[in-house]
């Protein structure tokens, strides 16, 4: 385990993070690790928001993707600098009204959104957004307009 900041931790493998299902009922570590080698970084502040986020919704949310490794980052197309690589989560998008989800996304401080046809990239990096393509930017703007 090696600590990052303050709040972020990386675990590599094994299961020495004490999961707090009081605190984030609604999601796992194992919905947030890597989906190739089970890596897993620990970020308080982003499961705090992910939690209200999904408190506010009083709706489940389907993790794609969560923290991934280098190399299945790499594997997967992923930005070399990827917030993926720390603590990032794309949400499917199936069952979520999507002005509602960046709303509640927004307020509970996520900063990074990559909006895509299926799923909403979010992350706590520098505040920034981007489409994934040119038709989720045709979808996405009737919703953040």
Sequence with gaps: MTKVDLNLWLF??????????????NFSRAELSCRHCGEYVHDIDFLDALQAVRDHMHRSMRILSGHRCALHNARVGGAPLSQHLGMAVDVALSTHDRSELVAS???AGFTGFGYYRTFLHLDMGRPRFWY???KAKKTWQTFLD
Excluded: K, T
């Design 12 to 25: 590599n493998g094994g299961s020495s993070v004490i999961w707090d299902e009081a605190r984030w009922p």
């Design 105 to 107: 996304c927004r307020e």
């Design 132 to 134: 994934g393509s040119e």
